[in-house]
Nanobody, 124 residues
Framework: QVQLVESGGGLVQAGGSLRLSCAASGRTFSSYGMGWFRQAPGKERAFVAFITWSGGRTSYADSVKGRFTISRDNAKNTVYLQMNSLKPEDTAVYSC?????????????????WGQGTQVTVSS
């Protein structure tokens, strides 16, 4: 069992930065790949970024590539999402999720555990 709690969301102007954190409970955190997803009002939840259990491989949605960076600290049971050059279209609820395998990491069905989410609002 893995419990996930996100933090770091808030209101920021376009062009600004935020760093989201996802704190995990459970001794097996380091064995899970971790992903970030976002859901804007009226839209489906969408893949943002993924990192393998070791941190050795990452992948990103095209819409955030070059602006967002996912990282993890297994000693702290935490995964991060550094978001730079934010745009109004980045406004959404951001959720982290844990995946036992690295298959289907761009799909919500690839993850076993989810956090509640944190709101990110980017003003123009």
């Amino acid at each position: 069992q893995v419990q996930l709690v996100e933090s770091g969301g808030g209101l920021v102007q376009a062009g600004g930065s935020l760093r989201l954190s996802c704190a995990a409970s459970g001794r097996t955190f380091s064995s899970y790949g971790m992903g970030w997803f976002r859901q804007a009002p009226g839209k489906e939840r969408a893949f943002v970024a993924f990192i393998t259990w070791s941190g050795g491989r990452t992948s990103y949605a095209d819409s955030v590539k070059g602006r967002f960076t996912i990282s993890r600290d297994n000693a702290k049971n935490t995964v991060y999402l550094q978001m730079n050059s934010l745009k109004p279209e980045d406004t959404a609820v951001y959720s982290c999720a844990a995946a036992k395998t690295s298959f289907r990491v761009v799909s919500v069905t690839g993850y076993e555990y989810w956090g509640q989410g944190t709101q990110v609002t980017v003003s123009s």
